[in-house]
Nanobody, 120 residues
Framework: QVQLVESGGGLVQAGGSLRLSCVAS????????MGWFRQAPGKERELVGR?????????DYAESVKGRFTISKDSAKNTVYLQMDSLKPEDTAIYFC????????????WGQGTQVTVSS
């Protein structure tokens, strides 16, 4: 089992920044990739970006956040970050991290989510 806990959400004005954290615990050695997702009211959950858990740390992003959001990781802390800059009101959503393991389904494990609200 893998447990994920997000933190760092909050209220920010448009143009501002937030950094979200996702701490993984449990059988973290089985993780092969981490993803950040978000879900706005009345909308489906969407992938914001993802990163490999080990090896190269290149991430890829949804077009809507490319150039504004950056995913990074600290392997020693079992933590993945989502740095969000130039935030827009349309970035308002609950943000979740999710883990894919070598033995489970893609994005099998999920955190509880953290609310990000961007005011105009």
């Amino acid at each position: 089992q893998v447990q994920l806990v997000e933190s760092g959400g909050g209220l920010v004005q448009a143009g501002g920044s937030l950094r979200l954290s996702c701490v993984a615990s449990g059988r973290t050695f089985r993780i092969i990739a981490m993803g950040w997702f978000r879900q706005a009211p009345g909308k489906e959950r969407e992938l914001v970006g993802r990163i490999r858990w080990s090896g190269g740390a290149n991430a890829d992003y949804a077009e809507s956040v490319k150039g504004r959001f950056t995913i990074s990781k600290d392997s020693a802390k079992n933590t993945v970050y989502l740095q969000m800059d130039s935030l827009k009101p349309e970035d308002t959503a609950i943000y979740f991290c999710s883990a894919t393991t070598m033995t489970g389904a893609i994005y099998e494990y999920w955190g509880q989510g953290t609310q990000v609200t961007v005011s105009s």
